[in-house]
């Protein structure tokens, strides 16, 4: 089964509002990346934040990581319509290096 | 552009038979990891090899295998294809430590007739 589930599977929002996903996982992680995916194309990398690390920022991006509630959350501020796209949360653990993925969430931004 | 790339970006064949997919990783990069993406599994990390290597192992079939060559770049064998095979298949590259990104190819999207 896959190690992360995310939350919502689909959102829809307007231009200029803020965007919330929410990720939770199964197993003690080393870190936890989050991934953007246009549709059918390969995966882009966002940020990626380390199992001592509880808050990260990058340009209009925010992740936090709760370890004891084995869950994250991607903020993306005052979003824009090329930010539609799918979302993915995936966590590195135990001596393994390969990405295990969630689900993911699918951003609409309507202009 | 990540600096992946794979060929061919199309592919399309009838049950049962085999086809070979290429990924060369981002320069420097030692390590490569295959991915495949469907509808039903969603994305499922297959293998992973690291400078010529098996590394580590997951969700691959038997019919399924890859290597790494000398100049790092890998192919991922399909054969005995069946129509649940159609899928995206990503190829991923990271540095030798692997703790920090992956950085991923365009994909090989297979379908299966």
């Given amino acids: 089964s896959q190690q992360g589930e995310e939350d919502p599977q689909a959102l829809s929002i307007q231009e200029g509002e803020n965007a919330t996903m929410n990720c939770s996982y199964k197993t003690s992680i080393n870190n936890l990346q989050w991934y953007r995916q246009n549709s059918g194309r390969g995966l882009v990398h966002l940020i990626l934040i380390r199992s001592n690390e509880r808050e990260k920022h990058s340009g209009r991006l925010r992740v936090t990581l709760d370890t004891s509630k084995k869950s994250s959350s991607l903020l993306i501020t005052a979003s824009r319509a090329a930010d539609t796209a799918s979302y993915f949360c995936a966590t590195v653990w135990g001596s393994a290096r390969q990405l295990t993925f969630g689900s993911g969430t699918q951003l609409t931004v309507l202009p | 552009d990540s600096g992946v790339t794979q060929t ?101 999207r297979l379908t299966v007739l």
């Fill in chain 2, 8 to 108: 061919p970006k199309h592919l399309i064949t009838a049950t049962g038979q085999r086809v070979t997919l290429r990924c060369s990783p981002r320069s420097g990069d030692l390590s490569v990891y295959w991915y495949q993406q469907s509808l039903d599994q969603g994305l499922q990390f297959l293998i992973q090899y690291y400078n010529g290597e098996e590394r580590a192992k997951g969700n691959i079939l038997e019919r399924f295998s890859a290597q790494q060559f000398p100049d790092l770049h890998s192919e991922l064998n399909l054969s005995s294809l069946e129509l649940g095979d159609s899928a995206l298949y990503f190829c991923a590259s990271s540095d030798h430590t692997g703790t920090r990104e992956q950085f991923f190819g365009p994909g090989t």
